[in-house]
């Protein structure tokens, strides 16, 4: 059995063996650490790591991640990805989301999103010659307005980091400097990890499939699948059992955690919803990261939403945040929490759709409004998640009304990327974040309970609480009434990281 030097669990030592075998037959042996050239036509082959909350599923990626690094793989991260090679043997380690990518950053796993493979950067070949130093894959270069004080610091940011567009920010470069434009990823790649998999939908799993022979997802199946999923079922049910393995056990380290001990509860068939709360309730009165609260902290909002399940309920609470925090009906503050509905842009502006897209402004994207660009229609915005998250882009933003209302627009460009408000969230919307605190509106969830809908076997409001509660990483808030605290103060953005470098995106209404 081939172990890494950390001791696993014997679910985890037989998912290990599990993936070892796979990439085995892939001509990569984690025991000797030692890789063949990849076959001209290589088999296809698919397996899936399944658990719940706290069972381990992201310490044996990371492990496994480490192991193949070890053994020669190249990693590749989205932003460049060198030089191709014969005998070169790759991996990525990919998200749905930014969210969830920088979740799997914060434990040195180098992720990137779906997206950043499917679309691949086009650098200008004077600063490829960058990039190529940085990888170790050529000379430190001479490069024409660069010092030498500017590419030692581009080095020293590559070595904390290993982000190319990061390093070249420090150098003094903006995006446009280096980056021509973005294409479709036509040369597959090795080994694909992807976490968080139960909110890939077919398409996507099938995107993944014609571009890694050897792909390994990584799932929780207590979530909720995607909405438009095909019975309701998540794209790992598709596979034979035998391309599964489960993770049962709950380590160590998340054993004392009270918010996964409510997780966990849920699977209990005789827990109904007033036992779940009462056990919330003796979680509260025993540790104080449970909080059964008596209204929604209008604070928290601006950078945690408040989880709901039902759009009415979302559409009500932002508009109270944004009335708690004196917000004008025509125009946003500062600071104000945005999240990206996705690019309105024609095809013949796709360049600059993927210019966007690869900055992070993807559909699901946190952001936080950081006041209007230089252009009308334009806003600077900080990308929650992004390795550069400061970027300044045509901008449509939509407030929702209650009812029927159409929504009103504070400001607009004629296309852009599109925005709702983001004080409140869908728990579906939610799936792949976390953050350090999290408020539940346990009203909504109540409210599914009456229902009675069952999804793939759960009961919905089960797999409704599971999702919310579990994006909690230090502290959980259930709300238990429609109420909402006055702000502490005003609205701020000195909580966010400053590029070096700032970034504008100029897609120009033409």
């Given at each position: 059995?081939?172990?890494?030097?950390?001791?696993?669990?014997?679910?985890?030592?037989?998912?290990w063996?599990?993936?070892?075998?796979?990439?085995?037959?892939?001509?990569?042996?984690?025991?000797?650490?030692?890789?063949?050239?990849?076959?001209?036509d290589?088999?296809?082959?698919?397996?899936?790591?399944?658990?719940?909350?706290?069972?381990?599923?992201?310490?044996l990626?990371?492990?496994?991640?480490?192991?193949?690094?070890?053994?020669?793989?190249?990693?590749?991260?989205?932003?460049?990805?060198?030089?191709?090679?014969?005998?070169?043997?790759?991996?990525a380690?990919?998200?749905?989301?930014?969210?969830?990518?920088?979740?799997?950053?914060?434990?040195?796993?180098?992720?990137?999103?779906?997206?950043?493979?499917?679309?691949?950067?086009?650098?200008?070949?004077?600063?490829?010659?960058?990039?190529?130093?940085?990888?170790?894959?050529?000379?430190?270069?001479?490069?024409?307005?660069?010092?030498?004080?500017?590419?030692?610091?581009?080095y020293?940011?590559?070595?904390?980091?290993?982000?190319?567009?990061?390093?070249?920010?420090?150098?003094?470069?903006?995006?446009?400097?280096?980056?021509?434009?973005?294409?479709?990823?036509?040369?597959?790649?090795?080994?694909?990890?992807?976490?968080?998999?139960?909110?890939?939908?077919?398409?996507?799993?099938?995107?993944?499939?014609?571009?890694?022979?050897?792909?390994?997802?990584?799932?929780?199946?207590?979530?909720?699948?995607?909405?438009?999923?095909?019975?309701?079922?998540?794209?790992?049910?598709?596979?034979?059992?035998?391309?599964?393995?489960?993770?049962?056990?709950?380590?160590?380290?998340?054993?004392?955690?009270?918010?996964?001990?409510?997780?966990?509860?849920?699977?209990?068939?005789?827990?109904?919803?007033?036992?779940?709360?009462?056990?919330?309730?003796?979680?509260?009165?025993?540790?104080?990261?449970?909080?059964?609260?008596?209204?929604?902290?209008?604070?928290?909002?601006?950078?945690?939403?408040?989880?709901?399940w039902?759009?009415?309920?979302?559409?009500?609470?932002?508009?109270?945040?944004?009335?708690?925090?004196?917000?004008?009906?025509?125009?946003?503050?500062?600071?104000?929490p945005?999240?990206?509905?996705?690019?309105?842009?024609?095809?013949?502006?796709?360049?600059?759709?993927?210019?966007?897209?690869?900055?992070?402004?993807?559909?699901?994207?946190?952001?936080?409004?950081?006041?209007?660009?230089?252009?009308?229609?334009?806003?600077?915005?900080?990308?929650?998640?992004?390795?550069?998250?400061?970027?300044?882009?045509?901008?449509?933003?939509?407030?929702?009304?209650?009812?029927?209302?159409?929504?009103?627009?504070?400001?607009?460009?004629?296309?852009?990327?599109?925005?709702?408000?983001?004080?409140?969230?869908?728990?579906?919307?939610?799936?792949?974040?976390?953050?350090?605190t999290?408020?539940?509106?346990?009203?909504?969830?109540?409210?599914?309970?009456?229902?009675?809908?069952?999804?793939?076997?759960?009961?919905?409001?089960?797999?409704?609480?599971?999702?919310?509660i579990t994006?909690?990483?230090?502290?959980?808030?259930?709300?238990?009434?429609?109420?909402?605290?006055?702000?502490?103060?005003?609205?701020?953005?000195?909580?966010?990281?400053?590029?070096?470098?700032?970034?504008?995106?100029?897609?120009?209404?033409?």
């Open positions: 059995m081939s172990l890494p030097a950390l001791t696993l669990s014997d679910d985890q030592a037989d998912a063996d599990a993936v070892s075998d796979l990439l085995g037959a892939a001509g990569i042996d984690l025991l000797e650490g030692s890789t063949l050239p990849p076959k001209d290589p088999d296809s082959s698919t397996l899936a790591i399944l658990g719940k909350a706290g069972s381990g599923k992201t310490l990626l990371a492990e496994l991640y480490r192991a193949l690094q070890n053994a020669g793989v190249d990693v590749v991260s989205g932003d460049w990805e060198g030089r191709k090679r014969r005998d070169r043997r790759t991996l380690i990919l998200a749905p989301t930014n969210k969830a990518a920088s979740v799997l950053r914060t434990r040195g796993v180098p992720a990137t999103t779906i997206h950043r493979i499917l679309y691949t950067p086009v650098y200008d070949p004077e600063y490829e010659k960058i990039a190529e130093w940085l990888a170790g894959q050529g000379d430190k270069p001479e490069i024409e307005g660069l010092t030498d004080v500017a590419l030692d610091r581009a020293d940011s590559f070595q904390k980091n290993t982000s190319v567009p990061a390093a070249l920010a420090a150098a003094g470069l903006r995006g446009s400097d280096f980056i021509t434009g973005w294409k479709r990823r036509e040369d597959p790649l090795d080994i694909g990890f992807v976490d968080e998999s139960s909110m890939l939908d077919a398409k996507q799993f099938e995107d993944l499939q014609d571009i890694f022979p050897t792909l390994v997802l990584f799932g929780d199946p207590a979530q909720l699948p995607p909405v438009k999923a095909e019975g309701g079922k998540m794209v790992f049910d598709t596979l034979p059992e035998s391309r599964q393995r489960v993770l049962s056990r709950v380590h160590r380290q998340t054993a004392d955690n009270p918010i996964l001990d409510l997780a966990h509860a849920l699977a209990d068939p005789a827990v109904d919803f007033y036992a779940f709360e009462k056990l919330v309730a003796e979680a509260a009165e025993k540790d104080d990261r449970v909080v059964m609260a008596q209204r929604v902290e209008s604070d928290l909002m601006a950078r945690s939403p408040c989880l709901v039902r759009n009415a309920t979302r559409i009500k609470l932002i508009h109270a945040f944004r009335n708690a925090f004196g917000a004008p009906p025509d125009e946003l503050l500062e600071g104000e945005l999240i990206c509905d996705g690019i309105e842009l024609p095809m013949k502006h796709r360049k600059k759709r993927l210019d966007l897209e690869a900055r992070g402004l993807i559909k699901g994207a946190q952001v936080i409004y950081l006041g209007p660009g230089r252009k009308p229609g334009f806003s600077r915005l900080h990308v929650m998640g992004a390795e550069d998250p400061q970027v300044s882009a045509a901008s449509i933003v939509k407030i929702e009304l209650e009812g029927d209302e159409e929504p009103f627009i504070p400001f607009a460009a004629r296309m852009g990327a599109t925005f709702l408000h983001g004080a409140a969230v869908t728990i579906h919307k939610a799936q792949g974040s976390q953050w350090d999290v408020q539940v509106f346990a009203p909504d969830i109540y409210a599914a309970s009456r229902m009675g809908r069952v999804e793939a076997g759960q009961p919905l409001w089960k797999r409704l609480a599971y999702v919310a994006r909690a990483e230090n502290r959980l808030c259930w709300v238990v009434r429609n109420r909402l605290a006055r702000p502490s103060g005003l609205l701020s953005t000195d909580d966010l990281r400053a590029p070096s470098v700032p970034l504008e995106l100029t897609v120009e209404e033409t």
